[in-house]
T-cell receptor
Framework: GAGVSQTPSNKVTEKGKYVELRCDPI?????LYWYRQSLGQGPEFLIYFQGTGAADDSGLPNDRFFAVRPEGSVSTLKIQRTERGDSAVYLCASSLTAGQGPDTQYFGPGTRLTVL | AQTVTQSQPEMSVQEAETVTLSCTYDTSESDYYLFWYKQPPSRQMILVIR??????QNATENRFSVNFQKAAKSFSLKISDSQLGDAAMYFC????????????FGKGNQVVVIP
């Protein structure tokens, strides 16, 4: 079946602008995760959803970052007043059940965000 | 918070040879999961292998195997019979089994395969 998809693949924006990044998880996966990967680093956790609710948003760096998953499937990561330090690859992952057993997370190809 | 350390930024291996990537982690938990992910230039993280901490037997997936040393908090990945398609960044990751579902990643190892 189809894997996790993310759009856009690349996004270039100007400092201070608002951006939205979209993630479409694997069908039937109830858990969805967002990570941020800066250059030369491993991914860092931002937020995860179980169904429609954000079960853990402790990784969001500040209140400019917000994510939603209104129908328990597609999720949107929203960044307000973007800063140059927000430039990174934003990765989305989904898993079947969230926390039960190994519950492997499957990743999308990411969105590369560049803030000029 | 758990930390994951990968100390060898780049490893080179001849095609058909074996390479081992090291990973150590810091945790006070007794039950958890460990993963190795591969990230090629396409950016997509692909699961290579996983290990449950309660299992003593080391996981194996075809040419990939791990050496899990729980007491030493060590989780190395061995790639046997290296192929050109194995060239990528490899990330070690930790996940708690106590309700915290986030993956904690190391900084990664770049594997270069020499034909």
């Amino acid at each position: 079946g189809a894997g996790v998809s993310q759009t856009p693949s690349n996004k270039v924006t100007e400092k201070g602008k608002y951006v939205e990044l979209r993630c479409d998880p694997i069908s039937g996966h109830t858990a969805l995760y967002w990570y941020r990967q800066s250059l030369g680093q491993g991914p860092e956790f931002l937020i995860y959803f179980q169904g429609t609710g954000a079960a853990d948003d402790s990784g969001l760096p500040n209140d400019r970052f917000f994510a939603v998953r209104p129908e328990g499937s597609v999720s949107t990561l929203k960044i307000q007043r973007t800063e140059r330090g927000d430039s990174a690859v934003y990765l989305c992952a989904s898993s079947l059940t969230a926390g039960q057993g190994p519950d492997t997370q499957y990743f999308g190809p990411g969105t590369r965000l560049t803030v000029l | 918070a758990q930390t994951v350390t990968q100390s060898q930024p780049e490893m080179s291996v001849q095609e058909a040879e074996t390479v081992t990537l090291s990973c150590t982690y810091d945790t006070s938990e007794s039950d958890y999961y460990l993963f190795w992910y591969k990230q090629p230039p396409s950016r997509q993280m692909i699961l290579v292998i996983r290990q449950e901490a309660y299992k003593q037997q080391n996981a194996t997936e075809n040419r990939f195997s791990v050496n899990f040393q729980k007491a030493a908090k060590s989780f190395s990945l061995k790639i046997s019979d290296s192929q050109l398609g194995d060239a990528a960044m490899y990330f070690c990751a930790y996940r708690s089994s106590y309700g915290n579902n986030r993956l904690a990643f190391g900084k990664g190892n770049q594997v270069v395969v020499i034909p």
